[in-house]
Every structure is written in structure tokens, then in C-alpha cells.
């Protein structure tokens, strides 16, 4: 037996290259997946319900996916439409696939498959006990369900539902990485092992080759191996950038969590082909005592003004760890002062990092560090944009003229690069959940819908 899987890119809209995935439908897949979502870049696009990626650049993608799809008559599988995989990122997908496939003239069946999870049902499996907190998980109540935005995590079962009624066109909310590429070969009976040890491998792409990239991969899925190719004329893969992949978004490289089971990479090998293939072997599929589905939920917290500014006074930068507590305090008592009780210094978060002096790491810096020059980011967040705005201007005329000890009467502190220097961000929201839902059917938090196009 032999499944030919293509994954053109890691992420739908981060643009592929249109040479290097002709080169992958050359090869005849008998399927093409692609993920569209993630939670990398924090909890916005799940709080918010707008996708990271603009249409524009999504819609680019689309078309040459759904008219390789219709040239090789295969399905294509796409994950975590919108970004978050909330309901309307998969409406949202839908009604860009609607607009290519009437200009391009292309029939297919197309299955839509939902992951939000309403504040009713999620009370009840917390009620039931069935909310299973994982690592580091915030603490929860069941009030936090009404203002909170939740979607579960699909495994490959309600995909080869659609699969299975003759869809050819599969988009999906959120779900696993690995089962887009995982479900087709399962349906087809084979290994667990090494189907999931490839979908683990070809989930971002080309994000395992070297350089790594947007680009694709393509996969020969035999009975004891599999093949994995990059696409791109100017890459490459080695058995090293392959093992690699494992340990992307884990924190064991060697156990891989689905919904189903665990994939056990301990015994797998990587074998150089040529330079652009490795040949992978050896790896097991664990299946679990119970299915279990992630949740995932984000929730808005408030409202941000940020402002950006910049020092080189060596004076100054020595100066501003230890003036800026008492900046705080003087920014506490101006809220108190300019509004009244309406605003309470507690709800407004005034927070500094100094870009050169530990920022990033800030107290587990390893060393000190001896900057020349700062790059300032002053963030305001406040229950409201309005207030978060009013606040800002303050901080920000108070901080180009902080009182430094060794300088006589009115010195700059802090050079703006923009007038004015406030920025209204908008929005802020958090991550609610990160908890697993036990005593599941694989289906049973999905939804789907089917039409014909």
C-alpha cells in the first residue's frame, strides 16, 4: 500500500510557492490537508472572532488549492479555519470558498464542521466533573463559561464522518493539527504509528526543512515507512531537522498527545534518502483508556494604549529601573486625581518594558546587561479604550520628562517616534482554558453541516 499525503504550507495564507506545490500535485496525492489556525499568537483571534491572516492572502491560497483539488479529484482538508476555529472562522472560510468556486466554475460537497462550545453545555460537564484541568491550567468556575468564547479540539473522527458521506471539501473549527493529515490514511487502514508520526511531521509545512519556510511537503505513507519530501528547489531535509519536528509545540519529543491516544516516538529512526527525502520508521500509537477532547477559551479583559519611546542618555538608562516605581505611584495618585472615584488606580495596569535591559526575560535575565541605548514600550490597560486613551497621555507627557538626580532643572527623558505618541490597540483578551473534556464520544462536540456547490 502507498498514501501519497501533501501538506502545501503550514498555515493557510502564509503564501506557498506555486511551483513548488505543482510539483507536489504532480506527484498525484490521494489528499491534501492544510492548518489555518493556531493559538501561537495568543488569544485574540479566539476572543474576538477576527482571523490573523487577511483575506486577501488566504483567498490567494484557496484558489490553488481548491483547483489542484478539482484537477486530481481528491479531498482537501483544511483545520482551524479563521485562525481560532470558532464557528463564524469556519463561515468565514466557507463564504471565501464559495466566491472562488463560482468564478472558477468548480463542483464539489463541501462539509462544514463547528467546535464552539455553548456556556450551557460546558456548565454541565463541569457540574459532572468531566473538565479536566491539564499542566498549568488556570483555575476555573462555571460562571466563566458566560463570558468566556470556548471551542473543543477535534480529533480525526468527525473528518472522516464528512470523508466518509462523499464530501470533497472539508472545513473544519478547530481542531488537531495532525488529525488533517492523519484521517484520510486511517480510513484507508494504515499503521497508527506511522500515520501519526507523519501528520506530527508535515503539520507546518516546510517548517522542518531547511531553511525552513511557508513552503510544502509531500509523503509516501508505505507499510513499515514513510517518505518525506520537501518541495521547495532551495531546501532541503535531514534526518536531524525531521526528529526535530517532535519536539515543536512539546515538551517531550517522544510522546505526542491526540485525542485518541499517544504517538511514541522512542523507537523511530530517520534515514536519509537524498537531500531532500528522509525515510522515517518505528514509531507506535498508544491508544488511550478514555477519548478526551481539548478546550480551548479566551475572554476579554479590557482595553490598550501603548505607547513606544527611546533613550541613549547613558545617565537616564542607569536611572530608569529605579525612577519608575515612583513613576507608578505618581501615575496611581493622577488617576485618582483627574477621575475622581469613577476610575480606581487598581483598574488600570501601567506597565513598562525596556527593550535591551531584560525585557524578554526580565527577572531570569542570566546576566546584566549594559545597554547603550532603550527602546521603551509603556502599555495602559484600562476597562475601556476611552479611558485607557486618557490615561496614556498623561503617562506619556509625564515619561519625555522624568526628574533624573544628576541633571539640574528640565531634561528628556524619554524621544517619541510618533505625534502624537499614544496608539490605541484596542481589545485586550486572555487564554481561559486549557483543560481536557473526558468521557467523550469522538463526535460528540461537533457539529456538521453539508452542501453542494
Not at 224 to 236: G, K, N, Q
Not at 341 to 369: K, N, Q, S, T
Request: with cysteine.
Amino acid at each position: 500500500m502507498e498514501l501519497r499525503i501533501l501538506a502545501p504550507t503550514g498555515a493557510l495564507g502564509a503564501g506557498f510557492d506555486a511551483a513548488a506545490f505543482r510539483r507536489g500535485v504532480a506527484a498525484r496525492p490521494h489528499v491534501i490537508a492544510c492548518d489555518a489556525g493556531s493559538t501561537d499568537s495568543g488569544p485574540a483571534a479566539l476572543g474576538s472572532g477576527r482571523p490573523k491572516l487577511s483575506d486577501q492572502a488566504v483567498a490567494r491560497d484557496l484558489r490553488l488549492l481548491l483547483t489542484a483539488r478539482a484537477e486530481l479529484g481528491v479531498p482537501l482538508i483544511i483545520g482551524s479555519c479563521g485562525t481560532s476555529g470558532r464557528d463564524t472562522g469556519v463561515d468565514h472560510v466557507a463564504a471565501l470558498v464559495r466566491d472562488i468556486a463560482a468564478a472558477e466554475n468548480l463542483h464539489f460537497k463541501m462539509a462544514l464542521i463547528y467546535s464552539d462550545q455553548p456556556a450551557g453545555r460546558l456548565r454541565h460537564l463541569y457540574d459532572a466533573g468531566r473538565l479536566r484541568p491539564l499542566p498549568h491550567a488556570p483555575e476555573i468556575d462555571r460562571e466563566l463559561f458566560a463570558r468566556s468564547h470556548t471551542v473543543a479540539m477535534m480529533g480525526v473522527e468527525p473528518i472522516q464522518e464528512a470523508l466518509g458521506a462523499g464530501c470533497d471539501v472539508v472545513l473544519a473549527g478547530r481542531a488537531s493539527d495532525t488529525a488533517l493529515f492523519a484521517a484520510l490514511p486511517h480510513m484507508r487502514g494504515a499503521d497508527p504509528g506511522l500515520t501519526w508520526h507523519m501528520a506530527k511531521t508535515i503539520e507546518c509545512g516546510a517548517a522542518c526543512a531547511i531553511p525552513p519556510s511557508a513552503n510544502g511537503l509531500l509523503v509516501h505513507l508505505r507499510d513499515d515507512h514513510f517518505d518525506v519530501s520537501t518541495l521547495a528547489e532551495d531546501s532541503r531535509l535531514t534526518p536531524r531537522s525531521v526528529a526535530a519536528h517532535t519536539l515543536y509545540e512539546n515538551a517531550d519529543p517522544y510522546r505526542v498527545a491526540e485525542p485518541s491516544g499517544t504517538l511514541d516516538t522512542r523507537d523511530a529512526t530517520y534515514e536519509a534518502i537524498d537531500e531532500r527525502t528522509v525515510r522515517v520508521r518505528g514509531a507506535r500509537f498508544v491508544p488511550a483508556d478514555g477519548y478526551s477532547n481539548k478546550l480551548e477559551g479566551a475572554e476579554l479583559v479590557g482595553y490598550q494604549t501603548v505607547i513606544v519611546g527611546g533613550v541613549r542618555d547613558q545617565v537616564v538608562i542607569r536611572r530608569l529601573p529605579e525612577l519608575l516605581p515612583f513613576a507608578r505611584k505618581y501615575f496611581a495618585d493622577k488617576v485618582l486625581d483627574v477621575f475622581g472615584g469613577a476610575v480606581r488606580p487598581e483598574d488600570v495596569d501601567i506597565d513598562f518594558r525596556l527593550y535591551g535591559d531584560g525585557a524578554v526575560l526580565a527577572a531570569v535575565e542570566p546576566e546584566p546587561l549594559r545597554p547603550r541605548e532603550l527602546g521603551v514600550l509603556i502599555t495602559v490597560t484600562a476597562p475601556d479604550q476611552a479611558t485607557a486613551h486618557a490615561v496614556a497621555t498623561f503617562v506619556a507627557h509625564a515619561c519625555s520628562h522624568l526628574p533624573i538626580p544628576e541633571y539640574d532643572g528640565l531634561v528628556s527623558t524619554l524621544a517619541y517616534p510618533y505625534s502624537p505618541p499614544e496608539t490605541d490597540r484596542g481589545p485586550l483578551y486572555r487564554f481561559t482554558l486549557n483543560h481536557v473534556v473526558t468521557g467523550v464520544g469522538p463526535t460528540e462536540l461537533f457539529r456538521t453541516t453539508t452542501e453542494e456547490l
